[in-house]
């Protein structure tokens, strides 16, 4: 591996924001934590519809949160949180539904979309270019300045974290849409095919800021 960046030490800190391209790169969290994350910056507010498509590497087999938006009055704008040892997605929007059945094994990179519209209010995952049922969240839009977290899950707007729901591993290729991407587009990005990059987070332009010990290093060749 070439040169691996650390933004801190022992000690809990939180870095500038940051533009960069992350082609080719992963976040790492490398350890169990109340306080490691990265914050996606945006300055939209409103989002009548959501995409968001990451992937992830875990050898977890407890709940973990892997992207998780909070606005000052929905705690649980937009989740995805997983329980791989019952093999379930949850995809909140206030209140979200259970997506059952769902296999995403430990020590696999998996590409995961997650899609929500307020005018029909179902949300859908697609996990490794396989659709999965479409289910009812809620028809109200998510507003109010949102905090887009990775690897942690907010129990309160910007906060709250509990270790026992933190990430460990490692996730790349976050983009994040406000529309829903039609099943082409979603199956183009499965298959590291050319889609159009995220108009909300755009992994080839992140804004982003990192606290405490999450490192950003060259994406593995099996990824």
């Known amino acids: 591996m070439e040169k691996l960046f650390l933004f801190t030490a ?8 940051v533009t960069q391209d992350l082609s080719g790169k992963v976040f790492v969290f490398p350890k169990e934590t109340n306080t490691d994350h990265v914050k996606l910056l945006t300055t939209r507010s409103t989002f009548y519809n959501v995409t968001v498509c990451l992937r992830f590497l875990t050898d977890l087999n407890r709940d973990y949160s892997l992207f998780s938006m909070s606005t000052p009055t929905v705690e649980n704008a937009f989740l ?3 329980e791989p040892a019952n093999h379930v997605f949850h995809v909140n929007s206030g209140s979200g539904p259970t997506f059952h059945a769902v296999p995403f094994p430990q020590n696999t990179w998996h590409s995961l979309c997650s899609t929500w519209g307020h005018g029909s ?3 859908q995952i697609w996990l490794n270019g396989k659709p999965y049922v479409k289910k009812f969240v809620t028809n109200q839009p998510i507003s109010g300045k949102p905090i887009s977290i990775l690897g942690q899950e907010q129990d ?6 509990d270790t026992a729901q933190s990430f460990v ?8 849409w406000d529309q829903v991407l039609t099943p082409t587009e979603i199956k183009s990005y499965m298959n590291h095919k050319h889609v159009t990059p ?3 987070f755009n992994w080839r332009s992140l804004q982003y800021e990192i606290t405490g010990q999450v490192l950003v290093d060259d994406a593995p060749d099996d990824m």
Do not use: P
Not at 10 to 17: D, E, K, N, P, Q
Not at 156 to 161: I, T, W
Not at 169 to 176: A, C, E, K, L, P
């Open 10 to 17: 022992l000690m809990i800190s939180t870095c500038c924001a």
């Open 80 to 82: 995805i949180y997983g």
């Open 121 to 123: 209010g179902v949300a």
């Open 156 to 161: 309160s707007y910007g906060g709250r974290f």
């Open 169 to 176: 591993g490692m996730i790349s290729d976050v983009h994040m």
């Open 198 to 200: 995220g108009n909300v």
